[in-house]
Structures are given as structure tokens and as C-alpha cells.
């Protein structure tokens, strides 16, 4: 099962609170750097799509287009 939106980002807060801290020791940092540059990527990738179904609008003839925001 994927993961969702919001279990990453809290996932990425918890990481960014204990980096924070200054507690964690350097491998584990480091583990925990990467670890949170996957959610990041992944975060942004579930936002990208949710952008793009969002501008999609159905037209007059039930037709899916891209939104423009000057015709709005």
C-alpha cells in the first residue's frame, strides 16, 4: 500500500525535529538526510499530480482541458 501525502510529511517533520535537536550522531544524520530527501521527493511528486488534476477542467462538451487562468 502507498504511502499517503500526509503520513510523509509528518514522517519528514519527525526527521527535520530530530535533526534539529542536534542529538542524532553523524551516521545516523546522514541516514536521516537521505531518508528525508526521498519523502521531499516523493511530497513533491503526489503535489505535482494533484496540480495537474486540479487545472484540469471539463469544458462545455464533457471535454477534459487544461485550465487557464487568464480565461478565469
Given at each position: 500500500m502507498?504511502k499517503?501525502?500526509e503520513n510523509?510529511?509528518?514522517e519528514?517533520e ?6 534539529e ?14 531518508e528525508?530527501?526521498?519523502l521531499v521527493?516523493f511530497c ?7 496540480t495537474?488534476?486540479v487545472?484540469?477542467?471539463?469544458t462545455?462538451d464533457?471535454e ?9
Amino acid at each position: 500500500m502507498e504511502k499517503s501525502f500526509e503520513n510523509a510529511l509528518n514522517e519528514l517533520e519527525q526527521i527535520v525535529k530530530e535533526l534539529e535537536s542536534g542529538e542524532v550522531e553523524l551516521d545516523e544524520a546522514i541516514n536521516k538526510y537521505t531518508e528525508a530527501m526521498q519523502l521531499v521527493k516523493f511530497c513533491s511528486e503526489k503535489l505535482n499530480n494533484a496540480t495537474k488534476k486540479v487545472n484540469e477542467i471539463l469544458t462545455m462538451d464533457n471535454e477534459l482541458k487544461e485550465f487557464d487562468e487568464t480565461e478565469a
